[in-house]
């Protein structure tokens, strides 16, 4: 056993009692139904209907930031793509028996958040070019990272993981 395990291991059980916790609230019907709409908008939709409505809403000044988004999200696809293949971490609802699903995911691994990922990512670049636009996407964001815990789907570390890297790519896309 490497001095590093028992650490590792204590911090499993941190992130599995944390996500069932709040797995828990998911018993509620209107907030089970609520976290399922949140993160079916995070799914994409929600962030594609923003991109559009910016276009309509200011048609020349929006090309730039829709651009950035696109760049960036699909930096943010390639990036979890890769790391949860190489990760192959279960989600929660497989390994811990009393978390439930809440929702079907779309894919087959937990780490990092996907959805978070994006989340961040998108509303930091959108947030760069329309700082209205930061309270209520950062608003957003926290829903759809909280969405994937209560529904089962992701541990703790992988929204934390997950939200990092999507700052990070951000970040990176403004120096590039």
Not at 3 to 19: F, H, I, V
Not at 65 to 75: D, E, R, S, T
Not at 116 to 131: D, E, G, I, R
Not at 166 to 171: E, H, K, L, N, T
């Amino acid at each position: 056993m490497s001095p590093l395990e028992p650490t590792l291991l204590r911090l499993q059980r941190y992130d599995e009692r944390l996500c069932l916790a709040l797995n828990g609230a998911s018993r509620y019907l209107t907030i089970l139904h609520l976290f399922r709409v949140v993160s079916r908008l995070g799914n994409g939709i929600g962030w594609y209907a923003l991109m559009l409505a910016l276009l309509l809403e200011d048609a020349p000044g929006a090309l730039l930031p829709v651009l950035h988004m696109i760049v960036v999200g699909v930096a943010c696809t390639a990036t979890y793509s890769v790391l949860k293949r190489g990760t192959g971490r279960r989600r929660p609802y497989e390994v811990v028996p009393a978390v439930s699903a809440g929702a079907a995911p779309l894919d087959a691994f937990s780490f990092p958040s996907g959805h978070t990922l994006h989340a961040v990512a998108f509303t930091l670049v959108a947030a760069s070019y329309y700082p209205a636009l930061a309270a209520p996407l950062a608003a957003f964001a926290l829903l759809v990272a909280a969405s994937r815990v209560v529904l089962g789907l992701h541990y703790p570390s992988d929204v934390l993981a997950g939200a990092a890297l999507g700052a990070v790519i951000a970040g990176t896309s403004f120096w590039i």
